[in-house]
């Protein structure tokens, strides 16, 4: 069973940069596409972007397009956010792309202020 860690968040003001990891243990990702949601409360999980098996192949909600990257290797994947907005405020998490229900981990809080 793959257990999925989240790690990174933090409190920054808008502008500032952050870049979150997922780290996998258990098992690798293997062939999986893998990709990062944020949740807001009162708010249902949203995709925020992925990443196929080599990185052939990256995709992006229209929200963060240009200002987040998404990085993989065999264990790990990242998410570089730049020029962040109050709008990015969140718990971010990892899993796969589409997700299973088995590998929510506890996500990371990502605040950002004005």
């Known amino acids: 069973q793959m257990r999925l860690v989240e790690s990174g968040g933090d409190s920054v003001q808008a502008g500032e940069s952050l870049r979150l990891s997922c780290v996998a243990s258990g098992r690798s990702f293997g062939s999986s596409t893998m990709g990062w949601f944020r949740q807001t409360p009162g708010k249902a999980r949203e995709f925020v972007a992925a990443v196929s098996r080599y990185s052939h192949s990256k995709s992006y909600a229209d929200s963060v397009k240009g200002r987040f990257t998404i990085e993989r290797n065999s264990n790990a994947i990242y998410l570089q956010m730049n020029n962040l907005k109050p709008e990015d405020t969140a718990v971010y998490y990892c899993?796969?792309?589409?997700?299973?229900?088995?590998?929510w981990g506890q996500g990371t809080q990502v605040t950002v202020s004005s």
């Open positions: 899993n796969t792309h589409p997700p299973d229900n088995n590998y």
